[in-house]
């Protein structure tokens, strides 16, 4: 029902900036949240960033605070992910979810368990 298709990833250098898209496909009626996870080799997936269409509210990892940026066009129905100062520990693979459908009362963002539908990631790859 939904297809999710990240793009933007690449070789980049630390201290540059690099904007990751999230194309969304499929006929959906509305959403609640979509957001941004990363997994770096050996670890869990890790939340970045969401947003939420209601309120337009973001939100961000505590840690990542400042230098990375959440927002959508929903028009073309895309999501991106603006990343800037780079840094060696940013590289992993950034996937993109998107929440469809609320289970719960709580609006689990920060969680996988909050989301519907995955992209397949792209990879960011940042040198020293």
């Known amino acids: 029902q939904v297809q999710l298709v990240e793009s933007g990833g690449g070789l980049v250098q630390a201290g540059g900036s690099l904007r990751l898209s999230c194309a969304v496909s499929?006929?959906?009626?509305?959403?609640?949240?979509m957001g941004w996870f990363r997994q770096a080799p050996g670890k869990e997936r890790k939340f970045v960033a969401a947003?939420?269409?209601?309120?337009?509210?973001?939100y961000y990892a505590d840690s990542l605070k400042g230098r990375f940026t959440i927002s959508t066009d929903n028009a073309k129905n895309l999501v991106y992910l603006q990343i800037n100062s780079l840094k060696p520990e940013d590289t992993a693979v950034y996937y993109c979810?998107?929440?469809?459908?609320?289970?719960?009362?709580?609006?689990?963002?920060?969680?996988?368990?909050?989301?519907?539908?995955w992209g397949q990631g792209t990879q960011v790859t940042v040198s020293s």
């Open positions: 979810a998107v929440e469809v459908q609320r289970s719960y009362s709580t609006n689990y963002y920060d969680s996988e368990y909050g989301y519907d539908y």
């Open positions: 499929g006929r959906t009626f509305s959403w609640y949240t």
């Open positions: 947003i939420s269409w209601s309120g337009g509210n973001t």
